[in-house]
Structures are given as C-alpha cells and as structure tokens.
C-alpha cells in the first residue's frame, strides 16, 4: 500500500537542491525511516493531478539500482514524494565531505548507474535526464542506487523553468538542442565520474588547471569549494577556486580569472575538448581513462551505450565486492 502524508513524522532535513527539499521521517505505520522531498510545482489544479497520476509509473520500477519509492501526494503548493532513504546520503555528499572517492569504488559507481540505466530504458522507455553525483546515492549496506529521473513530463514541464544546477552535467549535443537520448545520460555519468575520481568539478580553464594540479600536493587535500552549484541567482559560478590558491595568490571570487559564466560553461562544454580522467597528483588506471573517454565522445554517435560500457575492461575486471563497499560507504558516515 502506498505511504500517506499523515503517516509520516518529520525528523532531519537531508538536503536541498533546485526544486525542493529532502527530509528523513518516521513512517509510524510501518515504523521504519524514509525518506520525503517537496518538489515546488508551479501548476494548476489539474496538472498537479496528472503530475500525481504519472509519478505512479515509479511504483512499477523496481531494481537495485533505482532507490525505492513509496508513495506520493499533494502538500499544498509542493508534490511530496516518499522514497527509500540512503544513509549514506548522495555521492555528491560524500566526496564533499571525505575528499576524492576511490577509483575502485568510482567504478562500482559506474556499474550501478550503467545497470540502473539500462533497466529505466528496456523495462520503462525511461530517460534519466538528470545524472550527477546528488542524484547517485549509496547507503551502509553498500549499496548505490539512482534516484530523480524523468518519469512525469508534466512535472518536468511544471519545474522546467528553474534552470538551475543541472545545467553543467548536460551534453554538447544537448545544449545544441538535440532531444535526449540515452548517450546525453552517458555524458553526464562521465562527468560525474570524473567529479568523484577527483574530488572536484572537472571543467576548469587550462591554466587553472595547472595551478591546481601545483598547489595540491597532499593526497587527502581536497577542494570543498571546487563545485559551487549553477545557479541563476549567482550569475557567476566559480570553478576550480581553490580556497589555499584564493589565500595565497589573492584571487578573488567575484572578479577574478578563475570564474566561469553559466554561458562561458555551456559554450566550453560545446567547443573545447571533452575533460579526461587525468590528474598531476594520482595515476589513474588505464582502463578506467578510456572508459570516461567512451563516455565523453563529444559525438553522440562516437559515445558507448550502457550496454558497451559494462562490457568494459575497467567494469569487467573489478575485483572489489559488496563487503567492500560496505565497509568503504561505512566509513564515509562514521567520521562526523
Ligand atoms: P539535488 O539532487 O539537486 O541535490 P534534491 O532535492 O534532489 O536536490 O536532493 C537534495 C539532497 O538530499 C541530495 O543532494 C541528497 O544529499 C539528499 N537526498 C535526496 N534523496 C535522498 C535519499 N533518498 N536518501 C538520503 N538522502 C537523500
Ligand atoms: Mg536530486
């Protein structure tokens, strides 16, 4: 039966992102924790109603790679969605909190996000749209999951409006206006990926990236900065602003060289070489560098399907086991 609004009791809020609010409840019916995000919807009546009627479709997805979902309903100007809580929170999350993630977790990543995927598309005709590391979440029996993909096109119509974060995962041919496919999901996951193996947004100009690779010369230094959100209300984003480098060589946030318009991003991502999985500081393993290379062919026709990137070498040949990520998503949380 699905959960009700009334059977839940609030405890703590998890997170806030573009359109809404995350909070862990209390289920006192079935007395387990959940988890409830708001979404704002801008609609009338009878929109919101059919924003409730296709959000069902998540009731019939059912994968260990999808997040659960347990219900949804009106709260007044906001529709609440009631979906499993990860307790180990986003991965967004969690490399902000503990600095890169490991390259042998980074590709148990990409095998749950591959296999989630693909499930959405054969069993659902499902595009994700929206992959980026707050939308990849893991809890402490370690298992990662995916969750905020594009079930309701009226609700995706109803919040459309606020361009906001989502933006800097998006794909060349996607900000050329191109339909999305299922190749605009692989983009974006190489991205993320990227993001994690670093710790840090990849996009940053080349002599930013320089100085970044120079500064940081201790493993476990990470830039909790790096990877301020898109947002419209702050019309420029900073990439790659280091908070040592902004001490030691005065560069400023607002004025300096070191900052990137929402434009300047967009048209970087469609003219300038796609990122690699390269850092001054760490060796990568071979395999997992052509794999992000597979996903960031600038040509969609170029990029790997789902399929061909879990036959991958770096996919194939991994030899960390769930007991592994259960310890790794553990130790993630027990620090604070
Ligand atoms: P965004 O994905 O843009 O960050 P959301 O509103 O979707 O915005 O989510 C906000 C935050 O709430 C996420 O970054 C994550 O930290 C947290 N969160 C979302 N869903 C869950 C969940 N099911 N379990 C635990 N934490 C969650
Ligand atoms: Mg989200």
């Known amino acids: ?15 806030a992102g573009n359109g809404g609010t ?10 387990c924790v959940m988890a409830r995000k708001l979404i704002l919807v801008d609609a009338k009546p009878s929109v919101r109603k059919q924003i409730l009627r296709e959000l069902q479709i998540m009731n019939d997805c059912n994968s260990p790679y999808i997040v659960g979902y347990y219900g949804c309903f009106p ?13 180990a929170g986003s991965l967004n999350d969690i490399y902000r909190q503990n600095g890169p993630i490991p390259i042998e977790v980074v590709g148990k990543v990409a095998e749950a996000v591959l296999h989630g995927l693909m499930y959405l598309y054969d069993v659902h005709r499902i595009i994700h749209r ?44 996607r900000i050329q206006g191109a339909p999305y496919t299922i190749k605009s999901d692989v983009w974006s ?8 193996a670093l710790g840090r947004f990849p996009f940053t100009d080349s002599q930013d990236q320089e100085d970044q690779d120079q500064d940081s010369e201790t493993e476990d230094e990470f830039d909790e900065d790096a990877t301020l959100p898109l947002n419209t209300q702050r019309p420029k984003i900073s990439i790659n602003n280091n908070k040592e480098k902004r001490k ?9 060289g070191h900052t990137m318009s929402i434009l300047d991003l967009l048209q970087h991502i469609v003219n300038e070489p796609a990122p690699k999985l390269f850092s001054r500081k760490k060796q990568f393993p071979n395999e997992a560098v052509i794999f992000v290379e597979n996903c960031l062919f600038k040509d969609p026709g170029q990029r790997k399907s789902p399929q061909d990137l879990l036959a991958s070498d770096w996919i194939s040949k991994s030899t960390i086991t769930q007991e ?4 790794w998503a553990q130790s993630t949380i027990s620090k604070d």
């Not at 990662?144 to 309701?152: A, E, H, L, M, P």
């Not at 030691?248 to 300096?256: E, F, H, I, P, T």
């Not at 592994?324 to 310890?327: A, G, R, W």
């Open 248 to 256: 030691s060589k005065g560069v400023s946030l607002a004025g300096g």
């Open 22 to 31: 995350v909070t862990k409840v209390w289920n006192k019916k079935r007395n």
């Open 1 to 15: 039966d699905l959960v009700k609004d009334e059977d839940l009791e609030i405890l703590d809020e998890l997170g």
């Open 130 to 173: 929206d992959i980026k590391p707050s939308n990849i979440l893991a809890n402490t029996n370690g298992e990662i999951k995916i969750c905020d993909f594009g079930v309701s096109g009226e609700l995706i119509n109803s919040i459309a409006n606020t361009f906001v974060g989502t933006s800097t995962y998006m794909s060349p041919e």
């Open 75 to 87: 709260v007044d100007v906001h529709v609440g969605i009631v979906i499993e809580l990860m307790d």
């Open 324 to 327: 592994d990520l259960k310890v």
């Open 189 to 196: 996951l190489g991205i993320s990926l990227i993001e994690l």
